[in-house]
């Protein structure tokens, strides 16, 4: 005899973690060869999600497979979900072939977020390495939104070329019009780029700012994040003044699967922004 | 007295910071101001190295040129940093080309001056080569991280 159908398997789950909603793209944009952004916006009638600076959503391209990406757009206008994706894998190469229109799963907002509250009344160094900069985009509208609660705003940003840094125009507008001091980096210059050439550390022993009143927020590929926190530990700043955004294999995205482990952490959940105090030592055991 | 104001501007250098007054006397007797407009080389591969620069305000590009591969610029130096190592050991020629991406103001030593205090003054020499190994050091570690690609798609 066939069993009834369980209710719990057949209704929607709309509230459910695991089930995706239809987002439109509403913006899309090529950041440089590789890597773009894509503006989504509910397909219904759904209000969209408030998200916190630094964390991700989980964006599944149906029939091909689902990406964790960070949110990089402003919190302040959360209507319009921007998330910078590199192309790299299956998923996010197909994704490169998207236009406006399409329409992706979305799941999220997860995770925790940049510690903005922590930052007040602090100097705040940022650093980026490569697409690093996307998910640290958030807190920079944040810190720029609300400008009297911090100290001196810093950007020490690095790529491979000149032709690889992403948000190009708004970097130059944020130099020139906002409080943030922005310093570029390359490893590889080019004849016409007149910035720095040399990897993102080297910037670090240059910047002016108050040790003693001073947090960092880095993100970037895990060897540079622990060479920059390096350096910025020779200025005497300490491990619980840097925050580290982790990157690992992130799959349900609410700590069930246990593939982005990092040693007792998962890192969709208790991460990916965590302090530098907490992870360092884990960063130094291999295979973890 | 020349010599000794000299030496009272190399001592708020970076690179001096903390060498005896005396040191600094004796080596300022083989330095001089200069100053290069932008666009200038400040010398190019294959030339004579026979100075060393500690740059006081500007901004130079260390480059190396490759047939169709143009002028690749690989480091870029600053107010505070050192310019050139190549004057230390024979052949004493520069490996790469350095041109001022600004208006460089910097202090140039002569090499030989120099190689010939450091031999008559041992104390001298360990104080000035400590000083030019925690920049390559520091120059080394940071070439290797640059050779990692760490920008780069993940392998």
């Not at chain 1, 029939?63 to 894998?89: K, M, N």
């Not at chain 1, 190469?93 to 992706?104: F, N, Q, S, Y």
């Not at chain 2, 708020?12 to 200069?34: I, P, S, T």
């Not at chain 2, 590009?61 to 004057?87: C, M, N, T």
Request: contains cysteine; glycine residues 10%; neutral net charge.
């Amino acid at each position: 005899m066939a069993l009834p159908p369980n209710p719990a398997f057949t209704a929607p789950h709309v509230n459910d973690p695991m089930v995706p909603q239809p987002y439109r793209i509403a913006g899309r944009r090529e950041e440089n060869y590789d890597t773009f952004t894509l503006e989504l916006v509910p397909l219904g009638d759904e209000e969209p999600h408030g998200f916190r600076p630094g964390q991700f959503n989980m964006l599944y391209l149906f029939g091909i497979g689902e990406v964790p990406i960070s949110i990089s757009g402003d919190p302040a206008r959360p209507e319009l979900l921007a998330h910078t994706v590199r192309a790299l894998g299956t998923v996010t190469t197909a994704m490169k072939e998207l236009k406006v229109g399409d329409v992706v799963g979305l799941r999220g907002p997860y995770g925790s977020s940049w510690p903005f509250e922590a930052l007040q009344r602090q100097d705040v160094i940022i650093v980026a390495g490569g697409i690093g900069l996307a998910p640290l985009r958030p807190l920079i509208h944040h810190l720029l939104s609300e400008r009297r609660r911090y100290g001196r705003l810093v950007l020490l940003y690095g790529a491979r070329t000149p032709g690889d840094l992403l948000f190009q125009k708004q970097l130059a507008k944020w130099d020139e019009k906002t409080a943030l001091e922005v310093h570029l980096t390359v490893d590889r210059g080019t004849v016409a780029w007149r910035g720095n050439v040399g990897v993102v550390t080297t910037l670090i022993p240059r910047v002016q700012f108050d040790v003693s009143h001073a947090s960092a927020v880095i993100c970037g590929p895990e060897i540079m994040m622990r060479y920059s926190a390096l350096e910025l530990e020779k200025r005497g700043m300490a491990r619980d003044q840097i925050y580290v955004s982790q990157e690992r294999n992130m799959k349900c995205a609410v700590g069930f699967c246990g593939h982005c482990q990092f040693g007792p952490h998962f890192v969709c959940k208790d991460g990916p922004v965590f302090p530098f105090s907490l992870v360092a030592p884990l960063m130094k055991v291999r295979e973890v | 007295m020349v010599t000794r104001d000299l030496s009272r501007s190399l001592a708020q250098h970076a690179f001096f910071r903390g060498m005896d007054e005396k040191h600094l006397v004796f080596l300022a007797g083989c330095a001089k101001n200069v100053l290069f407009d932008q666009g200038t080389f400040i010398f190019r591969e294959g030339e004579k190295a026979g100075v060393f620069y500690l740059l006081r305000y500007g901004q130079v590009a260390l480059e190396v040129h490759g047939p169709r591969k143009g002028q690749i610029r690989f480091q870029s130096l600053h107010e505070d940093d050192v310019l050139g190592w190549s004057w230390l050991f024979p052949p004493y020629t520069w490996h790469f080309d350095a041109r001022a991406l600004s208006l460089v103001r910097a202090f140039a030593f002569d090499g030989v001056c120099v190689r010939e205090k450091c031999d008559a003054d041992h104390e001298l020499g360990y104080q000035l080569m400590s000083r030019f190994a925690e920049v390559m050091v520091g120059r080394l570690q940071a070439a290797r991280l640059q050779c990692l690609d760490l920008y780069g798609a993940p392998a």
